[in-house]
């Protein structure tokens, strides 16, 4: 069966490292609250969300330390590079979220920052616990091993 087609959507920041530091479990599409300078900063393409994480602030859920850089236009109205995002969702998944963290151990962390089909910004987040350096350890060899059989099948034509 052929693979599922990936949506139409144009990816404005990645988090890579993401899923080599945390074991993602589940994933969640999260709306998010921006003003008018941040969204045309993120049409640049220039936001970082590498440090990033999830965290719950009252009854919200909080997007931190995500850098979204000036626009240079905006002159005196822009907005604060690092400020607190409110990141959109229903009450449900943020009580969700919210329990897995403070009960479970598990973090949320935000794996991409896109703006989907009708040209919204969207937040994909992962909920996964933290692996541990042998894990990591085990996770290179893997990769380094499907590389090499990658560079074997390729030669051997």
């Known amino acids: 069966m052929a693979p599922k087609p990936e949506p139409n959507r144009r ?6 490292a993401a899923r080599f530091h945390y074991a993602i479990e589940d994933t969640i599409e999260a709306g998010i609250a921006l003003t008018g300078t941040e969204v045309k900063s993120l049409r640049n393409g220039k936001a970082t969300i590498g440090e990033a994480y999830a965290g719950p602030s009252g009854h919200d859920l909080m997007l931190f330390n995500a850098y979204i850089p000036e626009y240079l236009e905006a002159n005196r109205f822009n907005h604060d590079t690092k400020r607190p995002r409110r ?19 598990y973090t949320v962390v935000p794996l991409k920052i896109y703006f989907n089909e009708s040209g919204r910004a969207k937040v994909e987040l992962g909920l996964g616990k933290g692996k541990q350096a042998h894990d990591k350890r085990e996770a290179v060899k893997e990769r380094d091993w499907k590389r090499d059989q990658a560079r074997l099948l390729r030669d051997r034509g």
């Open 11 to 16: 990816v404005v920041a990645d988090n890579r």
């Open 87 to 105: 990141l959109l969702l229903h009450r449900r998944q943020i009580d969700k979220l919210i329990g897995a963290t403070q009960r479970q151990g």
